[in-house]
């Protein structure tokens, strides 16, 4: 596959503006499947559609190598993110651009750019006939949105996905151009809602001011029992109890690659860090369980003095739980703490909770062989040693591929660090680009 | 004046949208302050109005008696809230409407009602040449506002205003119908805004959580360590030092005259009442300070999950202050509070305080004489013992008079409970109108 072949495909690709987030855009969606399908097709896949109703298909598609060969999976998503605020980009966001010695557009980064790097070095080893081994493609459309249907579709192809020894997921940054990354624990995640209602109406607190419970005072209290705001430790008994104490050996580890808090506090933009047990600020978000408020909202906060006691209160928040530590458990203690919480207020405080999201952390041994290979292979590609390392954020996908079908997941990618994912500009380094299509070959073609 | 004329000019007086927090009803402001000059000078008073700019006028208005007279003073406003919601009245917002034997209509109760009814006492006391006290009228417009410019009118009056003997003001509820009611106490006030700031935008919750702060979170534990939300008691160290206990023989008063849970949580449309230091829940908010958070706003309230870490945060909340309790020294112990409690945080939060109102509370001896003579006057028309009462709210006016000028102030009024002020279907009692321009007769003509 000659280099402009590869730019077209992505430049087509990019060109869809595959948006699952927006229904407007569900014809889109369609157009990236059968982009895919058609392109995986010519290449030996049978392909097959996952769909449920009018929501985007999971792609599935598998090429048989030779019977000595082994089964690798290869997990993508083909929609992007929104591509808002559009007047901060500064070129077309579904328009591939070269500039710079990056590739930029919507998708670029997260995650067509990997998609069509897993193709392309697929492609090279069907076209040098190297490749021994079977290939499945798992393409879902539903990455951005919270793979709603993912974990049914893994059920739906359990006895097809059994076969396979090792799933690939190349949706992550490298840790530094040319210093390759393998993630090998994100965090879990169970996200809450509450609402608590006073009364019918919001009250003078004048007339009421002591007479009456104030929702925002009570929401206040709860979050301060819930966890310290200095130390950022949670309050919640038992919520630490199942996590494990990170073995020195892999501190060590980590502690090797660590930011420096300039570092990732520019990162961060944010004013400052803070140190949660004397770990580095770049680890604790990775090796740490935490709770944090998303939204709150009471009363009014509109322009000017209003002296009212409002009839209600409203929180987002949610905890991001490390390996060890159960989603649905947590679910339950975080419930049955507001609950004991609320029963002090009795009757004049209504209140209900819901739960959002509902995500198992996912962690990998680095000792797994096809880890440990694939470590090699990218460090003797880029000649720099691979660094292991923990997420902070949630991959859902990951995780529901490990707990439902106990394969091992290699988490991997070639973006770099600044490709603005999410974000205005999102791009994918040149030279990354094309080191990884040639280290995709290697590892598909020899693990 | 016949009854006839009476309802007439009451009706051109509600006629007159003389809204003053809606800009463009300057002129309707302006139409008011006219109907009251004219009706005024044709009383034989000399009218004087004070402005500042384009705000609305203040109207001082002297009509000097016999050398042996007292010299009154009747404070009133002439502007009125909005009448939204419209679609919720049951009869046009600017008709006087006579239904069911009330008078309906947008400032019949608050209080151009009031107004009317010191107008026609005085007219009747001319008419009959009873009347050998000095009467000045202190009229303004900016009391649904903030009575912003009243302090400084009464500076300009100073000289006149301390001629006058006793003030008069008529803007409060009967106790029951044909049971008067003076009210002796008002709480004060100091309201304040806060605004927190972590970083430049909302950070990822996964990749920052246990890095950085979060407003919300320490809103939340400054709010914990403001007041205990179930006992409603201000934790700030020194803010109870300088309220008095309240004495025996005042509470006894009180006492007799408390509203049962139910009426009270039926009118506050509350789901429950709470009760501070075992006082009955309808005297807890006239009798102690208070803390209420009016508003707080921080990151994502949208529908959905958002896995952010807010950038910044924002609360409004205030205090209400009881008599000996001093608005400048509690504004400058809470912001000391803040200060101190802020530290904590260091660089790593931005923050900034604003204060907005500043509000002293009111109090005036029950054992006033002119106070104890007007509640006779009142007991004895009525045929009812006269009610003293403390109220939760604040009405500026009259900290102010009684500060500024050390003058005795009685605060009373004719409209019942369920006049609905500052809301739709605002009402006037028709038996309680008549009866109080009688009794107002007797009070001007006889103190």
Same sequence: chains 1, 2.
């Avoid at 604790?284 to 009839?311: L, N």
């Amino acid at each position: 596959m000659s280099k402009q072949n590869v730019i077209d495909d992505f430049s087509s690709f990019i060109s869809i503006p595959s948006v699952s987030a927006d229904p407007k855009r569900a014809p889109d969606m369609s157009r990236a499947v059968k982009f895919l399908s058609k392109k995986l097709t010519s290449l030996g896949f049978e392909v097959r559609l996952l769909q449920n109703g009018q929501n985007p298909a999971t792609i599935f598609a598998k090429r048989i190598g030779s019977t000595d060969g082994k089964t690798i999976g290869i997990y993508g998503h083909y929609d992007v993110q929104p591509e808002d605020p559009v007047r901060e980009w500064d070129s077309e966001p579904f328009t591939l651009t070269q500039k710079n010695g990056r590739f930029y557009g919507r998708g670029t980064a997260d995650n067509k750019g990997h998609i069509i790097q897993n193709i392309a070095a697929i492609d090279n080893l069907i076209a040098s006939q190297s490749l021994k081994n079977t290939i499945v493609f798992l393409i879902e459309g539903e990455e951005e949105t919270g793979s709603e249907h993912f974990t049914s579709y893994i059920d739906t192809l359990k006895d097809e996905l059994m076969k396979v020894d090792v799933f690939y997921i190349t949706d992550v940054e490298m840790y530094k151009k040319n210093i390759p990354m393998i993630i090998y624990a994100l965090r879990g995640l169970v996200y809450f809602e509450i609402e608590l209602k006073v009364g019918d109406h919001d009250m003078h607190s004048g007339v009421y001011g002591n007479a009456v419970y104030n929702p925002a005072q009570i929401l206040a209290d709860l979050f301060a029992h819930m966890k310290n705001s200095r130390s950022g430790e949670v309050l919640i008994s038992g919520f630490y109890d199942s996590v494990r104490k990170i073995a020195e050996k892999e501190m060590k580890l980590l502690n090797n690659h660590v930011f420096s808090d300039e570092e990732f506090q520019k990162d961060a933009g944010s004013l400052g860090l803070t140190s949660m047990r004397n770990v580095p600020s770049y680890l604790a978000p990775k090796i740490f369980p935490s709770m944090d408020i998303h939204g709150i909202k009471s009363g009014f906060v509109g322009d000017g003095p209003k002296t009212i006691i409002p009839a209600q209160g409203l929180a987002k928040f949610s905890f991001r739980l490390v390996e060890h530590q159960d989603a649905g458990k947590m679910e339950l203690l975080v419930r049955d703490f507001i609950e004991k919480y609320m029963n002090q207020y009795g009757a004049r405080v209504e209140y209900s909770i819901t739960s959002h999201s509902y995500d198992n952390p996912f962690y990998c041994s680095i000792n797994d062989p096809y880890l440990q290979k694939t470590a090699r292979i990218l460090s003797d590609h880029f000649g720099h040693e691979t660094v292991f390392m923990r997420e902070g954020g949630s991959i859902p996908a990951a995780e529901i591929i490990q707990r439902v079908l106990g394969k091992p997941v290699v988490l991997t990618g070639f973006v770099l660090p600044d490709a603005n994912l999410h974000a205005p500009n999102e791009n994918f380094d040149e030279d990354m680009f094309w080191e990884g299509i040639e280290v995709l070959g290697k590892i598909y073609g020899g693990i």
